[in-house]
């Protein structure tokens, strides 16, 4: 087994994210849950330089969720479904 080296902060561990490949180049990680907490960050792996961010989100940002789903459509990343088990 190897380990990956990469720069920047990593999301914290979690399970029921979702996950896309934008323009073969990013790995965009959303929302999910550890425990009883749900998130709604976007943490972003740029495949070239190996390096973790965190962009500024754009229009409506979906509530902390986990179980959902998501796809790209040219430059958009319609993520839809999931829950937070409080509502």
């Known amino acids: 087994m190897f380990a990956l080296c990469f720069r ?3 999301p914290a561990p979690r399970s029921d994210h979702v996950a896309a490949c934008h ?3 990013y790995l965009l990680i959303f929302g999910g849950g550890s425990h009883a907490t749900c998130f709604n960050d976007l943490h972003v792996l740029d495949l070239q330089t190996m390096e973790w961010s965190r962009p500024k989100q754009q229009g409506p940002i979906p509530s ?3 179980g959902h789903a998501g796809a790209t459509v040219g430059e958009n990343w319609y993520i839809v479904g999931g829950g937070n088990n409080k509502s």
Request: aromatic letters at 0%; proline letters at 22%; hydrophobic letters at 20%.
């Open 23 to 25: 323009a073969d180049r």
């Open 8 to 10: 920047g902060t990593p």
């Open 64 to 66: 902390p969720r986990a």
